[in-house]
């Protein structure tokens, strides 16, 4: 039985493409929506994923990396005194005002003071040694390429962040951020942009333990001492996920993405369905002579739902193959998105499971199946 549905869906694969397509495509979107959704979202955490820290030191409640508070100066003597520590390094972020010499009026910036030197641990993902060692010159940033045109600046021009002048230095890439315009600066340039002078020390602060691994274990240590002001520690897993599921749970954009998935799927599995019955429907008569035979209304359904997986695992090959097109050519445009295995299973598992509710849904029109229509 299992042989006769593939050879049907060979014979007969004019009959099954529609579906084949419908699930194809309703898979491409699936798989480009995780994809943008993981590069979009994901952006928030690029302060924590592009930098080599392994413990995140910041005020209490901090919910993103974006809403982080001044804690006291002195929390570093506290963090070094762990021997697991082997480095701390501040961590200044400052909204800014974004005046370039173009047209193109405010724009609000992320100031992210980091220390230049070579082995500093923000952003050491991301910027090369020789690229970061450009923001030890006074009054020098460097901007994501991307972020060129909005800020209206070219390499080697010079801008004003709230009031202050500053120079374009070097251009990047992965420094995109949600929600405003990434601007990296060293922690003296970062602090002369700052406005607010009641922030008396650093946003973060971030430490590199002798072993990664214990990251979990070291911020649960450090956490809870109150002697040098509030404050709290991450590690910088759980801080990225933090960030995340912040920004996609609860500003209410992410929510509007996942409801359009979910939309998205519901439509792809009534498509796919609808075909997948009008082909039974238009097999009724093979159905109803192999029943005449003597073959069970249980053996052909197991027939239709044999179909109905090939129908995914085909449309699921051709989605693939241009989804990875399509990624390919988002990435080269800069366009943020993301596509781990994790997310690759997850969208193959929607399909497939699409391609089941189908594949059930067609089963209830084997009910109509009576040796009797070979008499019509």
Not at 182 to 206: H, K, Q, W
Not at 208 to 233: I, M
Not at 323 to 349: F, K, S, Y
Request: glycine share 12%; proline share 4%; aromatic share 6%.
């Amino acid at each position: 039985m299992v042989a006769l549905a593939r050879k049907t869906l060979v014979y007969e694969w004019r009959r099954f493409l529609p579906a084949m397509l419908a699930v194809g495509f309703a898979g491409l979107l699936q798989l480009l929506q995780l994809a943008l959704v993981l590069g979009i979202f994901g952006a928030t955490s690029v302060y924590i994923t592009g930098s080599s820290a392994d413990v995140w030191v910041g005020f209490p409640g901090t919910q993103s990396v974006g809403s982080g508070r001044s804690i006291d100066v002195n929390v570093e003597s506290r963090i070094l005194m762990d021997p697991a520590v082997t480095r701390v390094e501040p961590y200044e972020w400052i909204d800014g005002d974004w005046r370039g010499t173009g047209d193109t009026g405010g724009v609000s910036v992320f100031v992210s003071g980091i220390d230049p030197a070579a082995d500093g641990l923000m952003f050491s993902r991301v910027l090369p040694p020789a690229l970061r060692a450009r923001l030890a010159e006074p009054d020098a940033v460097i901007v994501d390429r991307a972020d060129l045109d909005k800020l209206g600046v070219t390499l080697g021009r010079t801008a004003t962040i709230n009031g202050q002048l500053v120079r374009v230095v070097g251009v990047s890439s992965g420094l995109r951020g949600l929600g405003g315009i990434n601007v990296i600066a060293s922690l003296d340039t970062a602090r002369r942009l700052d406005t607010d002078d009641a922030d008396n020390g650093p946003t973060y602060l971030v430490a590199k333990l002798r072993d990664p691994a214990q990251a979990d274990a070291v911020a649960a240590r450090l956490r809870g001492s109150s002697a040098f002001g509030p404050y709290t520690t991450w590690s910088a897993t759980d801080f990225a996920h933090i960030s995340v599921l912040y920004w996609l749970f609860d500003t209410g954009a992410g929510a509007g993405v996942l409801f359009l998935a979910g939309i998205v799927f519901l439509v792809g599995a009534v498509i796919t369905s609808q075909t997948l019955v009008g082909a039974v429907q238009g097999s009724v008569r093979e159905y109803a002579t192999l029943n005449a035979l003597g073959v069970g209304v249980g053996a052909l359904r197991k027939v239709v739902l044999e179909q109905a997986f090939w129908v995914g695992a085909l449309g699921l090959v051709g989605a693939t193959v241009l989804g990875v097109l399509l990624l390919l050519a988002a990435r080269a445009e800069d366009v943020p998105v993301t596509l781990g295995p994790l997310a690759a299973l997850a969208c193959i598992a929607l399909v497939m499971g699409q391609a089941a509710v189908s594949g059930m849904a067609a089963m209830r029109s084997m009910r109509r199946i009576d040796p009797a229509t070979l008499l019509r």
